[in-house]
């Protein structure tokens, strides 16, 4: 029942996959078992697990024939690998098993849907990728593609609608038991839309309409859309490529995007009130939610980018790429909130506390160290001073390297900085963001796992996320001030 190709990948990754060592790998961020790894695929609950399927290239740490990859987990926090879900072996799907999504069937089975691709040549002797949907049924270890493969393709595609560029389906059930998925596409003006299809068994799927249209205001193609419901509004998330910057909101490039609105379940119409960027960081892209049997909506997104892939060549390591932390989602005040999974406090350890310690130009703090913590701060002028210049951390730090964070109040931007991380590329290493400061005071939760840093601005206001390969001795932290900072800072180590 097993092909070939599925068979070689799960051979080859086993000893692949062994040579690698625990310490070689981020502690608590998901990694590739071996070789390449991009988006998150099938985020699901499924048999008393949390399943993360991910887009996988076994056989190098570069992108190529995709396979989904998969491990499960009870916390969100500590994986375990299960062989490889899927190969591209089926004719329908001989060049990839792209992006797409999981969810538990009535009786028992666990459902895969996911983008088939095939290249086919052009007259003018190009190639392009025609893209359909597909369907794989399992046990939540081996699956078995659909015989009515695919189930989505082109004739599904509301007019104008590219066959190219049509993927990454997103499932969900709905409280009648029906099912719906959203799926990326480009439109007749060049830009993404996203399309909304329903089934009633998960198996056969209709069009039902075009859920958001970019019309080119938010890049061009959408990829990897996500729609779901939270505290009272309906969520739109997608990853625009080719975008260009607007203020500090969004960046050149490949991008997130979360659209905020209405949704009416009656005429399954979006309408959209608000847009913002997702994470304000280096390397995010192509987020996916769950709902937790605990009803928390929860996001893990590939800690990478495609604008910043290069960051390691080939050889320079038997893995690439990471997941993001999963982070819980709240709307507040009409913005996205995210904050770290609340099972990560059960990894603490070590807690090391300071209040109002001054800061004024250069500080280091007994005991605040490390690359595996989790660290938050709280700056602000000292009493009856006056406003700081800038406040900076440093981190990930030795005579040669470090990373940074700095402050500018008088500006409200905070930038993220790893030109000094030891990276011999020539790729964007510096984001600023504009964040929200009352008369200086500012809150940041810093997380570092190895290879990352996760920056939580403002309980979760907003994220900046960058990942870093320098070397892992490079463990200090220092505390700088242009002007004097009054700093709480409590640290502790993720066991
Ligand atoms: C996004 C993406 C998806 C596609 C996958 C291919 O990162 O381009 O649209 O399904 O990666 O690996």
Known sequence: MTSQT????????????????KEERPAFHLAPRTGWMNDPNGFSWYDGKYHLFYQYNPYESQWGPMHWGHAV??????????????APDETYDRDGCFSGSALALPDGRQLLMYTGVVRTRQENGGWNEVQTQCLAVGDGVDYVKYEHNPVLDETHVPDGGSRYDFRD??????????????????????????????????????????????????????????????DGKWVLMTSPQDMLPSGFEY??????????????????????????????????????????????????????????????????????????????????????????????????????????????????????????IDMELTVRPEEGGSLYRKFSVRFAGNEQYYTSLSFRPGESVLKVDRKFSGSRRAIIHQRRSLVHHRN?????RIILDRFSVEVFVNDGEQVLTAVLYTDQEAEGISFLAEGTVSMDVTKYDLR
């Open 73 to 86: 987990s009870s916390d969100l926090l500590h994986w375990e690998y299960l062989p490889a879900a899927l």
């Open 169 to 230: 389906p997103k499932m969900w059930q709905e409280e009648d038991g029906s099912y719906r998925c959203v799926v990326a596409n480009r439109a007749a003006d060049g830009s993404g839309q996203i399309l909304l299809f329903s089934s009633a068994d998960g198996f056969k799927w209709n069009f039902v309409k075009i859920l958001s249209a970019n019309r080119n205001r938010f890049g061009k193609m959408w990829e990897c859309p996500d729609f779901f419901p939270l």
């Open 440 to 444: 200086g005071e500012l809150k940041l």
């Open 251 to 372: 960046h050149n490039g490949n991008g997130t995007l979360c659209l905020i609105g209405d949704y009416d379940r009656e005429t399954e119409a979006f309408r959209e009130t608000a847009d913002q960027s997702i994470d304000y960081g280096i390397d995010f892209y192509a987020p996916q939610t769950i709902l937790t049997p605990d009803g928390r909506r929860v996001m893990i997104g590939w800690m990478q980018n495609w604008d910043t892939c290069n960051h390691r060549r080939k050889h320079d390591e038997a893995w690439f790429g990471q997941m993001s932390l999963p982070r819980e989602l709240s709307l507040r005040n009409g913005r996205l909130y995210q904050k770290p999974i609340r099972e990560l406090e059960e990894m603490r350890t070590n807690r090391v506390c300071y209040e109002k310690v001054d800061v004024s130009g250069e500080v280091r703090l007994e005991g605040i160290s490390g690359r595996r």
């Open 6 to 21: 599925l068979r070689e990948a799960r051979k080859y990754e086993e000893t692949s996959g062994k040579m690698i060592s």
